[in-house]
C-alpha cells in the first residue's frame, strides 16, 4: 500500500474520543528541518512501471559527473530524494535539465514547504525551446520573452550581445507546464496581414504522445488514439530539437 492511500485510509477511520497527536514544527525542529532540505531535490520519473533504484543511481551517476556522491533514496512511487554534498552541484543539475531516465522525463523540483511528499507538485520542467520563422524585427530579448510566454514562464532569453537574437534558431529557457498538451506552434498577428507560424521544438525531450501531446506515455498508450499512421498524429518527432552546438558539430561530420 503506497503513502497516499494509507493516509487515506486513516483520514477515514473514525477514532472516537482519541486526540489527535499533534506536534509543532517550531523552533530548533525547524531550524535543523532547514539544514536538511538545503541540499535536496525531490524528484518524480513519468515512467509507467517501477523503477529500479540501483539503476537510476547508476545512469546519473555517469551523466551528472557532481563533484561529491548524490544519495539517492526511494519515496514510493517513482519518487526520489536526491541529497546532494554541495549546493554548487544541486544549482548545475537543477538549472541543466531536463533530464532522462530509461527514456522517460525526470521532473526536479526543491521541497516545498516542509517537505512531505504527497504535497510535492511535479507539474513543471525548465527546457531550452527553439523558435522558427521568427520575424527579424522580432529578434530582440524583450520580445522573444512576450512570444516565449505563449508557451510557459520564461526564464532566459539567449542573446548574441546587445541584447539581440538574430539568427534561424531563437532559443528560450522557458518551465513548462507537462500536465497540458505541449505548445507546437504560436503565431504572430499584424494588423492587415496574415498570421505568421512559429514551430516550438523542445530540446532534450524525452518521448512523448504524438496524439495527445502529453509527456508521460506512447501514443499507442493513448486513450484517444484510434489506430491512425503515425505520421498522420497531430505530434511527431519534429518537435525533438537538436541544440545548435550539436547540430553544427553533425553538419561537420557529414561534410567530411
Same mark, same amino acid.
Given at each position: 500500500?503506497? $503513502?497516499?492511500?494509507?493516509?487515506?485510509?486513516?483520514?477515514?477511520?473514525?477514532i472516537g474520543e482519541? @486526540? #489527535?497527536? /499533534?506536534?509543532?514544527?517550531?523552533?530548533?525542529?525547524?531550524?535543523?528541518? *532547514?539544514?536538511?532540505?538545503?541540499?535536496?531535490?525531490?524528484? @518524480?520519473?513519468?515512467?509507467?512501471? %517501477?523503477?529500479?533504484?540501483?539503476?537510476?543511481? %547508476?545512469?546519473?551517476?555517469?551523466?551528472?559527473? &557532481?563533484?561529491?556522491?548524490?544519495?539517492?533514496?526511494?519515496?514510493?512511487?517513482?519518487? =526520489?530524494?536526491?541529497?546532494?554534498?554541495?549546493?554548487?552541484?544541486?544549482?548545475?543539475?537543477?538549472?541543466?535539465?531536463?533530464?532522462?531516465?530509461?527514456?522517460?522525463?525526470?521532473?526536479? $523540483?526543491?521541497?516545498?514547504?516542509?517537505?512531505?511528499?504527497? *504535497?510535492?507538485? =511535479?507539474?513543471? $520542467? %525548465?527546457?531550452?525551446?527553439?523558435? *522558427?520563422?521568427?520575424? /527579424?524585427?522580432?529578434?530582440?530579448?524583450?520580445?522573444? @520573452?512576450?512570444?516565449?510566454?505563449?508557451? +510557459? &514562464?520564461?526564464e532566459e532569453v539567449?542573446?548574441?550581445?546587445? +541584447?539581440?537574437?538574430?539568427?534561424?534558431?531563437?532559443?528560450? *529557457?522557458?518551465?513548462?507546464?507537462?500536465?497540458?498538451?505541449?505548445?507546437?506552434?504560436?503565431?504572430?498577428?499584424? #494588423?492587415?496581414?496574415?498570421? !505568421?507560424?512559429?514551430?516550438?521544438?523542445?530540446?532534450?525531450?524525452?518521448?512523448?504522445? =504524438?496524439?495527445?501531446?502529453?509527456?508521460?506515455?506512447? =501514443?499507442?498508450?493513448?486513450?484517444?488514439? @484510434?489506430?491512425?499512421?503515425?505520421?498522420?498524429?497531430?505530434?511527431?518527432?519534429?518537435?525533438?530539437? !537538436?541544440?545548435?552546438?550539436?547540430?553544427?558539430?553533425?553538419?561537420? %561530420?557529414?561534410?567530411?
Amino acid at each position: 500500500m503506497d $503513502t497516499e492511500e494509507l493516509i487515506r485510509k486513516c483520514k477515514a477511520i473514525s477514532i472516537g474520543e482519541d @486526540k #489527535e497527536k /499533534i506536534v509543532n514544527f517550531e523552533g530548533s525542529m525547524r531550524s535543523k528541518g *532547514r539544514q536538511v532540505v538545503v541540499g535536496c531535490l525531490v524528484g @518524480k520519473i513519468l515512467h509507467n512501471r %517501477s523503477v529500479n533504484q540501483e539503476g537510476l543511481k %547508476s545512469a546519473l551517476q555517469m551523466v551528472w559527473r &557532481t563533484t561529491k556522491e548524490v544519495r539517492i533514496e526511494s519515496l514510493g512511487n517513482n519518487v =526520489f530524494l536526491f541529497k546532494f554534498a554541495l549546493e554548487a552541484d544541486k544549482k548545475r543539475i537543477l538549472a541543466g535539465g531536463p533530464w532522462h531516465f530509461d527514456r522517460a522525463l525526470i521532473i526536479l $523540483t526543491e521541497p516545498k514547504g516542509i517537505g512531505e511528499v504527497t *504535497r510535492q507538485a =511535479f507539474t513543471h $520542467t %525548465s527546457f531550452w525551446v527553439q523558435l *522558427r520563422n521568427v520575424p /527579424i524585427m522580432c529578434m530582440e530579448k524583450d520580445i522573444l @520573452k512576450v512570444l516565449g510566454e505563449q508557451i +510557459g &514562464t520564461v526564464e532566459e532569453v539567449e542573446t548574441h550581445g546587445y +541584447g539581440e537574437c538574430i539568427g534561424e534558431i531563437a532559443r528560450i *529557457r522557458i518551465s513548462v507546464d507537462i500536465t497540458q498538451p505541449l505548445p507546437k506552434m504560436i503565431f504572430l498577428k499584424l #494588423e492587415g496581414e496574415e498570421k !505568421i507560424p512559429m514551430p516550438v521544438g523542445y530540446e532534450h525531450l524525452p518521448d512523448f504522445c =504524438f496524439c495527445c501531446g502529453h509527456i508521460g506515455h506512447s =501514443f499507442e498508450e493513448c486513450a484517444q488514439y @484510434k489506430g491512425q499512421a503515425k505520421e498522420q498524429l497531430p505530434y511527431g518527432v519534429w518537435m525533438k530539437a !537538436i541544440k545548435i552546438s550539436e547540430r553544427a558539430r553533425l553538419n561537420r %561530420s557529414r561534410g567530411n
